[in-house]
């Protein structure tokens, strides 16, 4: 799956959105990365459910799965690059906008199990019943449509976003204060999430997945569909992304990024700023979370582990932050290669992994993209 | 009928040894064969004639006496399947060791096939545990007269009480006479009389003890005269206003124990961060390296555990102190200025670290065994105890504290590291080498933070994750303390430990800490330079 596949010249084409293409402008990176969406929409859905499973081009179902949690971390690092990138604000909290959003998605899909659970209980989840609870929680109301839960994945790290933003920004906590705050507020809501009465499934978290929309969830075909839709939503985010720095609000942001005090001179608000893009890439790390649960069929209090949010960190860093595509690259590039190494030496993933922080930190501060920007240029 | 059971044993036993042979039997006392031939009807079918064999043990007052009672009550009295006799048997790799209860002399060895343990309820235990303690208030040594005497409160019956009553004049302690005082107090307070049992309240009056509250609570209701229920009543109130009281003290303790070790951990940052400006997300590793640093000092020396503590310090001190040295020469150097940059830099050092420490040692938890001296606890009263080891800790944060004041202070390493932080330039300016001096500050940051991990490790398991823990409550007490403050660091550590362990009764531990953490982001928002701002230049290029 290397760019090959695509030349870049016809990459534009395959995509039917000929309005935005001034906001390609000039963007390389952007086209092949669309491109390279374009192209696996539509290669692993036949390649996986049309060629047969004994010819060497057939991709199996866990591939699919595989690639489709790649592309749930890409657009997590997208969603990452977006507020650190371009509005130099280190967020080590947007592992929490990510489980929020995967919570939401999990409790449509533990309602859509109804009277298959192990107790049978039409409405309530299996550890509900456990707990000897007798209704429904409030805030579990709805979660069985699933528009409402769709909306949710959404409002929820929005709103969260919103507040944290409003709240920090507004009196001007920056810096590292920010991101150890952000820290805090991810480790704050792991350990809220891990009591039984929170109503989460505690400790366990949410699992046992049936399907999504009629649709069995461990189906090839659901699996396809999940990693299709993981797709699109990377290119779709991409574009948001892409619009929003080319805006003129874009413009501002980035020169919040570059000298806040200055910009805030000349008359700008830059608070509102800051806290418009930080809550859409709120709700773009949620989107992230919600097309990861289906796939990987559980999610539990340790995606909020501030362990998880500063790894995106590094998957910006790695891939090259301030450019989008870059950052979406790092974040599946970073985790196929946990991947093949913690199957091949898994004491050694830790070490590559802090490495990788100190490497691209002293000697590669722009990442992959800058390194092959480099190679151009001499 | 229990005599006839244990007369015939003894015929039988008598009969045994006269035709195994005579000299076996001469080695023996008279002492000896009745302690023996009591002990082996321990072996007894029923629950009632064992305990009757206990009662003869306890009363026989042979010297092995206590030690067959609390081997039976421990667990470790068995008897053969073969023969019936009783010995104590310890658990080894195959099977048992046995040894002679009578003698106390090794009796070889059983597989778990040969052996049976005597089977006790829990009634006779607390009948046995009774019995030792009684035998016990008569020894010479005061810490088991005190826990004979603690032992009993839980059944002061009349008999107890009249063994008490004659030994009472004679106890030199003070506080095992009052704890024999309550004994007496408390058998009088079920006599008949109601003029004794009101004598028996005022003689109690003052005591926060349970047993005291409980039986006091039950005259105050229960109690057939007027008069008795009436001081019970004032008595009981009194008693809960005190022993709530208390609990507050107790629990304004476990704060500040808890808000020294979060000041601890958090010194080092205090430095690293505050008066350096450098984010070291690795602060919490260094913290694990100290407590390493000790489990591996005292493993050096395992016939000085008391002593290997008072090695462990200063090891860890520079063990820490080094890697934090190695730390800023070899990546935070090149990266001052650029603290998110920093910040990142440092996270991958302490994924290192961890996973170093995982492969080095194991990814299992460590047990630092505390010195003897720190075990224990000062009991005020009742209803309050300190416990040593945080005396300890809260005494040692403190120490670390004011040893680190002065150096800021009085030393002309803090005079430098000071006019660093202030004005680089201009320190360079007047001859301070200022990149030895941001190694050494750093290096004392880690150092610090080193000692931390000592003091954890008295408390808490070590493991890879120890220092993961504290990192982002250390971060917290800096920035609500005030950065670059050292008085903010304490007075933040210990008021968020109090916070913290008065929350906990309410909300429970977890719950405790989001409310902790909801504070202190909210109260950025009111003060965002912490309780204790930095004032002048350096507060405005900050």
């Given at each position: 799956?290397?760019?090959?596949?695509?030349?870049?010249?016809?990459?534009?084409?395959?995509?039917?959105?000929?309005?935005?293409?001034?906001?390609?402008?000039?963007?390389?990176?952007?086209?092949?990365?669309?491109?390279?969406?374009?192209?696996?929409?539509?290669?692993?859905?036949?390649?996986?459910?049309?060629?047969?499973?004994?010819?060497?081009l057939?991709i199996?179902?866990?591939?699919?799965?595989?690639?489709?949690?790649?592309?749930?971390f890409?657009?997590?690092?997208?969603?990452?690059?977006?507020?650190?990138?371009?509005?130099?604000?280190?967020?080590?909290?947007?592992?929490?906008?990510f489980?929020?959003?995967?919570?939401?998605?999990?409790?449509?899909?533990?309602?859509?199990?109804?009277?298959?659970?192990?107790?049978?209980?039409p409405?309530?989840?299996?550890?509900?019943?456990?707990?000897?609870?007798?209704?429904?929680?409030?805030?579990w109301?709805?979660?069985?449509?699933?528009?409402?839960?769709?909306?949710?994945?959404?409002?929820?790290?929005?709103?969260?976003?919103?507040?944290?933003?409003w709240?920090?920004?507004?009196?001007?906590?920056?810096?590292?204060?920010?991101?150890?705050?952000?820290?805090?507020?991810?480790?704050?809501?792991?350990?809220?999430?891990?009591?039984?009465?929170?109503?989460?499934?505690?400790?366990?978290?949410?699992?046992?997945?049936?399907?999504?929309?009629?649709?069995?969830?461990?189906?090839?075909?659901?699996?396809?569909?999940?990693?299709?839709?993981?797709?699109?939503?990377?290119?779709?985010?991409?574009?948001?992304?892409?619009?929003?720095?080319?805006s003129?609000?874009?413009?501002?942001?980035?020169?919040?990024?570059?000298?806040?005090?200055?910009t805030?001179?000349?008359?700008?608000?830059?608070?509102?700023?800051?806290?418009?893009?930080?809550?859409?890439?709120?709700?773009?790390?949620?989107?992230?979370?919600?097309?990861?649960?289906?796939?990987?069929?559980?999610?539990?209090?340790?995606?909020?582990?501030?362990?998880?949010?500063?790894?995106?960190?590094?998957?910006?860093?790695?891939?090259?932050?301030?450019?989008?595509?870059?950052?979406?690259?790092?974040?599946?590039?970073?985790?196929?290669?946990?991947?093949?190494?913690?199957?091949?030496?898994?004491?050694?993933?830790?070490?590559v992994?802090?490495?990788?922080?100190?490497?691209?930190?002293?000697?590669?501060?722009?990442?992959?993209?800058?390194?092959?920007?480099?190679?151009?240029?001499? | 009928?229990?005599?006839?059971?244990?007369?015939?044993r003894?015929?039988?036993?008598?009969?045994?040894?006269?035709?195994?042979?005579?000299?076996?039997?001469?080695?023996?006392?008279?002492?000896?064969?009745?302690?023996?031939?009591?002990?082996?009807?321990?072996?007894?079918?029923?629950?009632?004639?064992?305990?009757?064999?206990?009662?003869?043990?306890?009363?026989?007052?042979?010297?092995?006496?206590?030690?067959?009672?609390?081997?039976?009550?421990?667990?470790?009295?068995?008897f053969?399947v073969?023969?019936?006799?009783?010995?104590?048997?310890?658990?080894?790799?195959?099977?048992?060791?046995?040894?002679?209860?009578?003698?106390?002399?090794?009796?070889?060895?059983?597989?778990?096939?040969?052996?049976?343990?005597?089977?006790?309820?829990?009634?006779?235990?607390?009948?046995?545990?009774?019995?030792?303690?009684?035998?016990?208030?008569?020894?010479?040594?005061?810490?088991?007269?005190?826990?004979?005497?603690?032992?009993?409160?839980?059944?002061?019956?009349?008999?107890?009480?009249?063994?008490?009553?004659?030994?009472?004049?004679?106890?030199?302690?003070?506080?095992?006479?009052?704890?024999?005082?309550?004994?007496l107090?408390?058998?009088?307070?079920?006599?008949?009389?109601?003029?004794?049992?009101?004598?028996?309240?005022?003689?109690?009056?003052?005591?926060?003890?349970?047993?005291?509250?409980?039986?006091?609570?039950?005259?105050?209701?229960?109690?057939?005269?007027?008069?008795?229920r009436?001081?019970?009543?004032?008595m009981?109130?009194?008693?809960?206003?005190?022993?709530?009281?208390?609990?507050?003290?107790?629990?304004?303790?476990?704060?500040?124990?808890?808000?020294?070790?979060?000041?601890?951990?958090?010194?080092?940052?205090?430095?690293?961060?505050?008066?350096?400006?450098?984010?070291n997300?690795?602060?919490?590793?260094?913290?694990?390296?100290?407590?390493?640093?000790?489990?591996?000092?005292?493993?050096?020396?395992?016939?000085?555990?008391?002593?290997?503590?008072?090695?462990?310090?200063?090891?860890?001190?520079?063990v820490?102190?080094?890697f934090?040295?190695?730390?800023?020469?070899?990546?935070?150097?090149?990266?001052?200025?650029?603290?998110?940059?920093?910040?990142?830099a440092?996270?991958?050092?302490?994924?290192?670290?961890?996973?170093?420490?995982?492969?080095?040692?194991?990814?299992?938890?460590?047990?630092?065994?505390?010195?003897?001296?720190?075990?224990?606890?000062?009991?005020?009263?009742?209803?309050?105890?300190?416990?040593?080891?945080?005396?300890?800790?809260?005494?040692?944060?403190?120490?670390?504290?004011?040893?680190?004041?002065a150096?800021?202070?009085?030393?002309?390493?803090?005079?430098?590291?000071?006019?660093?932080?202030?004005?680089r330039?201009?320190?360079?300016?007047?001859?301070?080498?200022?990149?030895?001096?941001?190694?050494?500050?750093?290096?004392?940051?880690?150092?610090?933070?080193?000692?931390?991990?000592?003091?954890?490790?008295?408390?808490?398991?070590?493991?890879?994750?120890?220092?993961?823990?504290?990192?982002?409550?250390?971060?917290?007490?800096?920035?609500?303390?005030?950065?670059?403050?050292?008085?903010?660091?304490?007075?933040?550590?210990?008021?968020?430990?109090?916070?913290?362990?008065?929350?906990?009764?309410?909300?429970?531990?977890?719950?405790?800490?989001?409310?902790?953490?909801?504070?202190?982001?909210?109260?950025?928002?009111?003060?965002?330079?912490?309780?204790?701002?930095?004032?002048?230049?350096?507060?405005?290029?900050g």
């Amino acid at each position: 799956m290397t760019a090959k596949m695509t030349p870049s010249g016809s990459a534009t084409d395959l995509i039917p959105l000929a309005a935005h293409r001034r906001i390609l402008h000039g963007d390389l990176g952007g086209k092949i990365l669309l491109g390279l969406m374009a192209a696996l929409i539509v290669l692993v859905p036949i390649l996986n459910l049309a060629v047969p499973s004994d010819s060497p081009l057939h991709i199996s179902t866990y591939a699919v799965t595989l690639m489709g949690r790649y592309l749930c971390f890409a657009l997590l690092a997208l969603s990452l690059d977006l507020v650190w990138g371009y509005c130099g604000i280190l967020s080590l909290g947007h592992g929490a906008f990510f489980a929020l959003g995967g919570y939401a998605m999990g409790m449509y899909l533990m309602r859509q199990i109804g009277d298959r659970g192990v107790y049978g209980d039409p409405v309530l989840p299996d550890f509900m019943v456990f707990l000897g609870w007798e209704e429904l929680p409030w805030y579990w109301l709805g979660f069985d449509q699933f528009w409402f839960a769709a909306f949710m994945v959404l409002a929820v790290p929005g709103t969260l976003g919103f507040v944290f933003g409003w709240l920090a920004f507004r009196s001007r906590v920056t810096g590292v204060y920010l991101s150890i705050i952000s820290q805090a507020m991810t480790y704050a809501l792991m350990l809220a999430f891990f009591r039984n009465e929170m109503g989460f499934g505690g400790n366990n978290g949410l699992t046992d997945f049936k399907d999504i929309l009629g649709f069995s969830i461990s189906a090839p075909s659901t699996r396809v569909a999940l990693f299709v839709a993981s797709a699109l939503a990377l290119a779709l985010s991409y574009l948001i992304c892409r619009a929003i720095v080319r805006s003129r609000l874009g413009r501002v942001v980035t020169a919040v990024r570059d000298a806040e005090p200055r910009t805030r001179s000349i008359g700008y608000r830059t608070d509102r700023y800051k806290v418009w893009v930080w809550t859409v890439s709120a709700m773009l790390a949620g989107l992230a979370g919600a097309l990861y649960v289906p796939q990987v069929g559980i999610i539990n209090p340790s995606e909020f582990s501030p362990l998880n949010s500063i790894e995106a960190v590094v998957w910006v860093a790695v891939g090259g932050r301030g450019t989008l595509f870059g950052a979406a690259l790092g974040g599946a590039l970073v985790n196929y290669a946990q991947t093949l190494l913690t199957a091949w030496l898994a004491e050694l993933w830790l070490f590559v992994l802090g490495g990788l922080f100190v490497a691209v930190t002293l000697f590669f501060p722009r990442g992959l993209v800058g390194l092959l920007r480099r190679r151009e240029g001499s | 009928m229990r005599i006839n059971v244990g007369y015939w044993r003894f015929i039988g036993m008598m009969l045994a040894t006269l035709l195994i042979g005579a000299p076996a039997m001469a080695q023996m006392s008279d002492a000896d064969t009745e302690f023996a031939e009591q002990v082996a009807a321990l072996n007894a079918r029923s629950f009632d004639e064992k305990a009757a064999a206990a009662q003869a043990i306890a009363d026989s007052g042979h010297p092995r006496a206590s030690t067959v009672l609390q081997a039976l009550i421990d667990s470790r009295l068995y008897f053969r399947v073969v023969g019936g006799d009783v010995v104590l048997a310890e658990p080894t790799d195959g099977g048992f060791a046995l040894t002679d209860p009578v003698t106390g002399e090794a009796a070889g060895t059983a597989t778990q096939y040969e052996v049976r343990r005597v089977v006790i309820n829990n009634a006779i235990r607390g009948e046995v545990r009774d019995l030792i303690a009684r035998a016990g208030l008569t020894s010479p040594d005061a810490t088991v007269r005190r826990d004979a005497v603690r032992q009993l409160l839980n059944n002061p019956d009349p008999a107890v009480a009249e063994q008490i009553a004659t030994l009472i004049e004679d106890e030199p302690k003070a506080d095992i006479r009052q704890d024999m005082a309550l004994v007496l107090g408390l058998s009088r307070l079920g006599s008949d009389e109601p003029a004794e049992r009101l004598l028996a309240l005022d003689a109690l009056r003052g005591s926060l003890a349970d047993r005291v509250r409980n039986q006091v609570r039950d005259l105050a209701t229960n109690d057939p005269d007027e008069r008795v229920r009436q001081q019970a009543g004032a008595m009981l109130s009194n008693i809960e206003d005190k022993r709530q009281l208390w609990g507050l003290a107790e629990q304004v303790f476990f704060g500040l124990s808890m808000g020294s070790v979060l000041m601890l951990a958090a010194f080092g940052l205090a430095i690293t961060f505050g008066v350096m400006g450098v984010i070291n997300m690795a602060h919490g590793e260094l913290i694990m390296i100290g407590a390493y640093t000790t489990y591996v000092v005292q493993l050096l020396m395992p016939n000085h555990i008391d002593y290997s503590i008072l090695v462990a310090i200063p090891a860890a001190f520079l063990v820490a102190g080094a890697f934090g040295v190695a730390i800023e020469r070899g990546v935070i150097r090149f990266l001052y200025g650029r603290p998110l940059e920093t910040l990142l830099a440092t996270f991958g050092l302490s994924l290192i670290l961890q996973q170093l420490v995982r492969t080095v040692f194991s990814p299992l938890n460590r047990q630092v065994s505390s010195p003897a001296w720190m075990s224990g606890s000062i009991e005020v009263n009742a209803a309050f105890s300190l416990t040593l080891n945080r005396l300890y800790v809260i005494a040692f944060a403190l120490l670390v504290f004011f040893a680190l004041l002065a150096i800021f202070k009085r030393t002309t390493l803090g005079l430098r590291v000071r006019a660093v932080s202030q004005n680089r330039a201009m320190a360079r300016a007047v001859g301070v080498s200022s990149s030895r001096i941001d190694s050494l500050t750093f290096g004392l940051g880690a150092g610090v933070a080193g000692l931390a991990g000592v003091a954890l490790s008295q408390l808490t398991n070590v493991g890879p994750n120890l220092g993961q823990g504290y990192i982002v409550d250390s971060f917290l007490v800096v920035v609500f303390g005030g950065v670059g403050n050292l008085w903010g660091t304490l007075v933040g550590g210990l008021s968020l430990g109090v916070l913290n362990k008065f929350l906990e009764p309410q909300t429970g531990a977890v719950l405790a800490k989001v409310l902790v953490l909801v504070f202190i982001i909210l109260f950025i928002q009111k003060r965002p330079q912490g309780l204790f701002p930095q004032r002048g230049r350096a507060a405005s290029e900050g």
